[in-house]
């Protein structure tokens, strides 16, 4: 994954690295907190395989905070519990905030990348969900301290959907 924070939690981030080198002790103790939230959040994602959800583990193999102009930018990889069969299967995923509307998206298909030696037999699918104009509304009508009801699923309802296909 390779999340590039909103202006605001940039500021914050990047107020508290201070002028610190990139590979400080500084930016590993915010990457720490920041990934301890995403930890917090089952990494934000749902990964779903013949309608069943597929686990993560609880910890990445590697992550990372870092600045990129004005923004920070989180990079981890998003660890499998078991490693998953590709030939002729089809996965579902999604990244959202659950509790909150957070906007997390993918510019384009050409965000995702398959690896080299898979590009033959899998391909990627993009969809963009359009909710309606009240839900829009609503949403943008929160602040901060207000939550919508968690039967709303609020994020949910703007959350991209990425299909992997392999064959």
Same mark, same amino acid.
Request: with cysteine; charged share 25%; hydrophobic share 40%.
């Given at each position: 994954?390779?999340?590039?924070?909103? +202006?605001?939690?940039?500021?914050?981030?990047?107020?508290?690295?201070?002028?610190?080198?990139?590979?400080?002790?500084?930016? #590993? #103790? @915010?990457?720490?907190? /920041?990934?301890?939230?995403v930890?917090?959040?089952?990494?934000? !994602?749902?990964?779903?395989?013949?309608? #069943?959800?597929?686990? %993560?583990?609880?910890l $990445? $193999?590697?992550?990372?905070?870092?600045? &990129?102009?004005?923004?920070? /930018?989180? +990079?981890?990889? @998003?660890? @499998?519990?078991?490693? =998953?069969? @590709?030939?002729? &299967?089809?996965?579902? %995923?999604? !990244? %959202?905030? $659950?509790?909150?509307?957070?906007?997390?998206?993918?510019?384009?298909?050409?965000?995702? #990348?398959?690896?080299? +030696?898979?590009?033959?037999?899998c391909?990627?699918?993009?969809?963009? $969900?359009?909710?309606?104009?009240?839900? &829009?509304?609503?949403?943008?009508?929160?602040?901060k301290?207000?939550?919508? !009801?968690?039967?709303?699923?609020?994020?949910?309802?703007?959350? =991209?959907?990425?299909?992997?296909t392999? =064959?």
């Open positions: 994954m390779h999340w590039v924070m909103d +202006e605001i939690t940039s500021a914050d981030l990047l107020y508290d690295a201070g002028e610190a080198r990139p590979d400080s002790e500084v930016w #590993k #103790k @915010l990457a720490a907190e /920041v990934m301890a939230n930890l917090g959040q089952h990494y934000f !994602t749902e990964f779903w395989h013949q309608k #069943k959800a597929v686990k %993560f583990d609880n $990445p $193999p590697e992550y990372r905070l870092s600045r &990129q102009d004005h923004r920070a /930018v989180l +990079e981890f990889v @998003l660890p @499998l519990a078991h490693p =998953q069969p @590709l030939k002729g &299967q089809r996965y579902v %995923f999604s !990244t %959202f905030d $659950p509790t909150y509307f957070v906007d997390m998206y993918y510019d384009s298909e050409k965000s995702l #990348k398959i690896p080299a +030696e898979l590009a033959g037999q391909q990627f699918k993009l969809e963009t $969900p359009k909710p309606d104009a009240s839900v &829009q509304a609503y949403a943008l009508s929160l602040d301290a207000d939550a919508p !009801t968690e039967e709303m699923d609020l994020g949910r309802q703007f959350a =991209q959907t990425v299909t992997l392999c =064959q």
